[in-house]
């Protein structure tokens, strides 16, 4: 059974930074690609990276470049989201899920597939 468990979160002040883990059981790591979503309240929940384990590719959505990295550890079946000066929109559930690929880079931006395994999200809260 693949499983998926986010840890890392909490409340931080603007201008902060916060890393995120992914870890993830129940299937071939390299096999995968694990994305970071998030949503906020009343939002749509939306990508803000990737990363395809076979080849450590990344994606990264266009608002969150130059301040979010994503990075794996295989030794640890873990995907990290390292988020540095945060900011009060960048509020929300951050959810990690898994799938057999990122999705897309079109128009500078990155757009992800339909993923279908989820974990079950860890709060950010960025205070002004």
């Known amino acids: 059974e693949v499983q998926l468990v986010e840890s890392g979160g909490g409340l ?3 201008g902060g930074s916060l890393r995120l883990s992914c870890a ?15 949503q906020a309240p009343g939002k749509e929940r939306e990508g803000v990276a990737c990363i395809t384990l076979d080849d450590v590719g990344t994606y990264i959505k266009a ?8 990075s794996s550890d295989s030794a640890k079946n ?3 989201l390292l988020m540095n000066n945060l900011k009060p929109e960048d509020t929300g559930v ?7 690929r990122c999705g897309v880079y079109y128009a500078g931006d990155y757009f ?9 999200g860890t709060q950010v809260t960025v205070s002004s």
């Not at 951050?94 to 057999?100: F, K, N, S, T, V």
């Open 12 to 14: 931080v002040q603007s």
């Open 24 to 38: 993830a059981s129940g299937f071939t790591f390299s096999d995968y690609a694990i994305g970071w979503f998030r």
């Open 63 to 70: 608002a969150v470049k130059g301040r979010f990295t994503i």
């Open 78 to 80: 873990t995907v990290y």
């Open 94 to 100: 951050y959810y990690c899920a898994a799938d057999r």
């Open 112 to 120: 992800p597939t339909d993923f279908h395994t989820w974990g079950q």
